[in-house]
Structure formats: structure tokens, C-alpha cells
């Protein structure tokens, strides 16, 4: 259902999830439908379509024509694609570092009215408390008291946002439904471990989504760039790590490189990134100059498996000396943007998308 949005003069108008204003053109003849044009690329780079309206479809005189009805374009709002915002109630189960706490907020800003979170004991961050409504305290492994955390609170969609600590993995002490899902797993990776849990939760009425449509505004795209330009030799390293990178995915083995002048330093497998980051980075020498790239899986699920970056891996740049870090453009979340930038200035080290 399109939601219904104001424009600063107070005129209201009916505005179609996911189509950028600046796709729209008001014609001056009247008549009773809309008509498209021609596919054509959004910042975000995926297609969509330029909207043209008629002049009778303007808002309060003309509420029933779909898509979109606009008086003064460039003042409308628009919704973000995915339904995120009809979302009244929503449960998070919620890792470690800001990412839980941020889609807390965002959830609230688009108009979810209630936020559930299931927490790990040693993991989330106990801020997390103060921006939801409710928040269930666990152990990691503890699948049925998840999934009932959920079901006990009437809640039937759940994101998951944050990591575990992979030193957790092996420590956890499975109830008997979490052990069942990793004996019936042949292959133990993030996909297969993650879509089991989904099945789980979808047995008990739980559906795990796609936290996307809150996160699109931190999810930079083609041409993002932030400190020093890259110079010719960086650029060719990124884009030999690139390849890499992709193919490390396709493996199963983990999503991050780092290479100088050509040479692989380092290949994130289990220990994550930060810690591929420090590997790399001292195996570049004492003059540093370290070229990182990291990148999201090929045909990734978009439900746990967001690449993700934020002021601790500029940090981790920077003490690796690591000069140059490249993420996939629109597949990649980018937290806390503005401490980004003053440490890629403050530290000299160049942060830019790559596709």
C-alpha cells in the first residue's frame, strides 16, 4: 500500500515505496492513468523507472490513480522499497558492536511501533536495552529460548543484525533443538548455520527478513569515496582483490583480501576481519601501504549476510597500516559515517566503494 506523505506546504500526497522524486515528471495534459518511460539507473544502481503523472493526478484531487501522485516534486518523500515502514512490530536478533542499536533506531523512524530483541550474554551491547521495548537475555545456542522469545511476545518477523564473536562458536553449549539443526548440517558455515536457524524459526511462525530496506541510507554505492585518492598501483591492487575476493566467496572461505603490489598478504577465513586486516597489514613491512578489499558474497542471503564496516575497522587500518580499503558498492553497510570520515582524514587512509 503507498503511504501517504506531506510536502513542506502542507499538501499531501500519495507516494509509491522505493521511486526516487527525482524520477518523476508531471505532465500538463489531464488523464486518468499514469504512463512509464524507459528503465533508467537509480544512485543506488539498481533499474527502476521514470514515472510520468498526469496534471489531474495531484494530491487531495486525485487519490485513486496509481503509482504516485505529486504537486511539488522535488519536496516529496519517498518510502524505502521492501514494506520496512507497515512493519508494526519487529524482533531483532541482535549480535554485537552498533549494528543492533542502529537498526533499533532506524526501525523506530520509519514507523515501527514495537521492537523486540532477543540478547546474547557477552555479545550485544546492553545499550540496546533503552531503544526497545522488550529484550530477552541468552546464552548463544540457545535456540528454543529464541525462537520463544518471539513466539511468547506475538512476534512474527525478526531481523538479525551484529556478529558473534567466532571464539563463541566453539564454545557454546547447544540446547537439544540447536543440536539437532547441526547434526542434520553437513557443511557448518554462516549460510548454512543462519538459514537453518530461519527454517527453525519459520516452523514456530517466526519469519527471519532482510533488514535492508532500513539500512539502505548506510549502504554507499558507485563513486562513494572518502580521504586521499588511490593512486594507479593501489586501483590495480584493488582491482586484483577484487577478483580475489569474489572467489574467496564463492568458496565459502570468507570475504575480505589484503595485497600489496600484487602480492596476497592475507585471505579472511574464520578469524574474521579485523583480524585478516592486522595479519596483512604486518606482513606489508615497516613502510606499510596495505591494500584491503573486502566484498559480499555471490548470491549472498540478504537476511545474515551483509558485509560490514565502521569506525573499529578504520581503526584496525590504521594500526596495520594499511593504507587503502575498498568495500563492494551497494552490498556493504558503512556505520557511523561521520567518524569515519575524520579517521580516514586524520589517518590518511583512503575508503571507497568498488563494483
Not at 45 to 58: D, E, K, N, W
Not at 197 to 209: N, T
Not at 240 to 263: H, P, Y
Request: proline fraction near 6%; aromatic fraction near 4%; glycine fraction near 10%.
Amino acid at each position: 500500500m503507498p503511504g501517504l506523505s506531506e510536502v513542506a506546504d502542507g499538501t499531501k500526497a500519495v507516494v509509491l515505496a522505493g521511486i526516487p522524486a527525482t524520477q518523476i515528471e508531471v505532465l500538463d495534459s489531464p488523464g486518468p492513468q499514469a504512463t512509464r518511460g524507459d528503465d533508467r539507473p537509480t544512485q543506488s544502481g539498481l533499474a527502476s523507472r521514470t514515472h510520468r503523472l498526469p496534471a489531474c493526478a495531484v494530491a487531495d484531487r486525485c487519490l485513486s490513480v496509481i503509482p504516485l501522485f505529486v504537486t511539488k516534486v522535488a519536496e516529496i518523500e519517498t518510502l524505502p522499497p521492501g514494506g520496512g515502514p507497515g512493519i508494526e512490530t519487529i524482533g531483532i536478533i541482535a549480535g554485537n558492536r552498533s549494528l543492533p542499536l542502529i537498526f533499533a533506531r532506524e526501525a523506530r523512524k520509519q514507523g515501527v511501533k514495537r521492537v523486540v530483541a532477543v540478547a546474547f550474554d557477552g555479545e550485544t551491547d546492553p545499550g540496546l536495552a533503552a531503544l526497545v521495548d522488550d529484550i530477552v537475555w541468552i546464552k548463544v545456542g540457545q535456540l528454543s529460548k529464541m525462537i520463544s522469545a518471539f513466539t511468547d511476545r506475538g512476534v512474527k518477523q525478526c531481523i538479525m543484525a551484529g556478529q558473534i564473536a567466532p571464539r563463541n562458536l566453539y564454545e557454546v553449549r547447544p540446547d537439544l533443538r540447536a543440536v539437532g539443526v547441526l547434526l542434520r548440517l553437513k557443511v557448518k558455515n554462516a549460510h548454512t548455520v543462519f538459514g537453518a536457524i530461519a527454517d527453525e524459526l519459520k516452523k514456530d511462525g517466526v519469519e527471519l527478513i532482510e533488514a535492508t530496506p532500513w539500512f539502505k541510507p548506510l549502504m554507499p554505492g558507485v563513486g562513494f569515496q572518502m580521504g586521499p585518492k588511490v593512486s594507479d598501483e593501489q586501483q590495480s591492487d584493488i582491482e586484483i582483490g577484487f577478483r580475489l575476493a569474489k572467489e574467496i566467496t564463492r568458496l565459502e572461505i570468507g570475504q575480505t583480501v589484503v595485497l600489496k603490489d600484487g602480492a596476497i598478504l592475507a585471505v579472511e577465513a574464520f578469524e574474521g576481519t579485523d583480524r585478516c586486516l592486522t595479519r596483512g597489514g604486518e606482513l606489508a613491512g615497516r613502510d606499510g601501504g596495505a591494500v584491503a578489499v573486502k566484498v559480499a558474497r555471490e548470491k549472498h542471503d540478504l537476511r545474515f549476510d551483509i558485509p560490514c564496516l565502521g569506525p573499529q575497522t578504520i581503526e584496525t587500518c590504521a594500526a596495520a597500516h594499511v593504507s587503502v580499503l575498498a568495500f563492494e558498492a551497494g552490498k556493504s553497510l558503512l556505520l557511523e559515517q561521520e567518524t569515519c570520515a575524520a579517521l580516514t582524514k586524520k589517518n590518511k587512509i583512503s575508503l571507497l566503494t568498488i563494483a
